[in-house]
């Protein structure tokens, strides 16, 4: 364990944030980004057969892909200069399985509104992933919790302070590696001018006497209320003596645009391709022509191909609607997209067990957006959701709470570590 907090800041019971090294990462992304489109930008000016053509649109994407990184790069530089470098005061240090993980953060804002403040505790696993040269870190969350801070007032602005009660069956934190987990406290701030934003890694450890926090302040869950008619990921509607959870079109957003935008560059790329191919096969005398028949033709269709996929999968995944209802100790399922779809009824007696799991999220590590999903399982082997798209575990266990009610069965959260390890294992290179 020494070894693992042999970190200055942990030492000195404190956690730093590492966004100092993200902005460096970051501008350091621009300056590639720009050094690699200004001379795609200046061949596209000067060369006028190629405009109008596959490589003129994919010179676009690419310059607004770059314009996307300047603007995040702005946004981090503009949070920076506002709130600086932070440390948060850990409340016990370190934090342990089975007991507390928490402690204090001054922010230099006067805003006391504690709606305004968010602090998530997740639990990531990191795995480097390889296949012959290709290495690829992956961080997924494995479990997370969200509060409401406590917000007091602070010579400087507010101290924010908050406690979490942590499971004792999660690994703690472990040295970097190929394959080792990480604890992250995030902490969000939405408040005049620019928000804030910060991941701050904490040590959690396995101890025989669990530590708690000297002045905890166990936060509540964020206000997630689902009555009533409004527009959002869920809702929930009580009609004619039955309950009815409706999770309209388009709650993934975000996964949803994602696969879209990925399908049209992989599109794009085959069009390119083709654009390619078409010139030289057409051309007499054609240098390339059977290296460009026998090679680049499967290529365009691979690419191709899983472009379409892609794009089908985000239209897919933001267009379809789930409706679910509990009536008369009865379940409908009904999956639609565009109102066409199917539905499937069985009785409540039917149910085996109701699981609930993080089967998604967008982006990387502890400031990942997390996405769950609920479903059924039935006593003749076969299941039905019950929920998806859920984003974050304020709300995932809100639905789950509504849940439970209805059926009278209790919503167990599944463990994500074996399907990570399995995957690990997967991708490391059997030893010669």
């Given at each position: 364990m020494q070894d693992l907090l042999d970190r200055k800041d942990w030492r000195r019971g404190r956690a730093r944030s590492r966004a100092a090294a993200e902005l460096a990462g970051i501008w350091f992304a621009v300056t590639i980004w720009t050094a690699l489109s200004v001379p795609m930008v200046w061949k596209l000016t000067t060369e006028p057969q190629l405009r109008g053509t596959p490589w003129a649109w994919l010179i676009g994407l690419f310059v607004f892909v770059g314009v996307w990184i300047l603007f995040q790069a702005l946004r981090q530089s503009g949070e920076w200069l506002r709130f600086g470098r932070m440390e948060i005061e850990l409340d016990p240090s370190p934090g342990s399985l089975g007991g507390h993980v928490g402690g204090s953060l001054r922010v230099g804002v006067r805003h006391r509104d504690p709606e305004a403040y968010r602090v998530t505790l997740a639990c990531v696993?990191?795995?480097?992933?390889?296949?012959?040269?290709?290495?690829?870190?992956?961080?997924?969350?494995?479990?997370?919790?969200?509060?409401?801070?406590?917000?007091?007032?602070?010579s400087r602005g507010v101290r924010l302070r908050f406690t979490f009660q942590v499971p004792d069956d999660l690994p703690p934190s472990e040295p970097r590696s190929e394959d080792y987990t990480y604890w992250s406290i995030r902490v969000v701030a939405r408040v005049p001018g620019l928000d804030l934003d910060r991941a701050f890694e904490v040590p959690v450890v396995a101890a025989d006497k669990p530590a708690l926090a000297s002045t905890p302040a166990f936060g509540d869950p964020p206000s997630a209320s689902l009555e009533g008619p409004r527009a959002g990921p869920v809702r929930v509607e009580r009609r004619d003596g039955a309950t009815?959870?409706?999770?309209?079109?388009?709650?993934?957003?975000?996964?949803?645009?994602?696969?879209?935008?990925?399908?049209?560059?992989?599109v794009g790329f085959a069009g390119g391709g083709g654009w390619f191919l078409a010139q030289e096969l057409l051309s007499p005398g054609g240098t390339f022509a059977w290296i460009a028949g026998l090679v680049g033709v499967p290529m365009v269709v691979l690419f191709g191909s899983v472009g379409l996929l892609f794009a089908l999968l985000g239209l897919y995944n933001g267009l379809n609607a789930l409706e679910v209802t509990f009536s008369d100790g009865q379940l409908e399922v009904r999956r639609s997209v565009l109102g066409i779809g199917v539905g499937r009824s069985v009785p409540f007696d039917q149910v085996e067990g109701i699981e609930m799991k993080i089967n998604g999220q967008l982006g990387q590590g502890s400031k990942a957006a997390v996405f769950y999903g609920i479903r059924a399982h039935l006593r003749n082997g076969s299941s039905m959701p019950m929920g998806d798209g859920l984003r974050g575990p304020t709300l995932a266990e809100e639905v789950a709470g509504v849940i439970s009610d209805e059926v009278g069965i209790p919503v167990r959260l599944v463990d994500r570590r074996r399907k990570l390890r399995k995957r690990a294992r997967s991708s490391t290179p059997d030893p010669e």
């Open positions: 696993r990191s795995t480097l992933r390889s296949s012959g040269e290709n290495r690829s870190r992956r961080e997924a969350v494995v479990w997370s919790s969200e509060i409401v801070p406590s917000v007091e007032r602070s009815v959870l409706k999770y309209p079109a388009g709650r993934e957003r975000g996964i949803s645009t994602g696969l879209f935008i990925a399908g049209l560059v992989f």
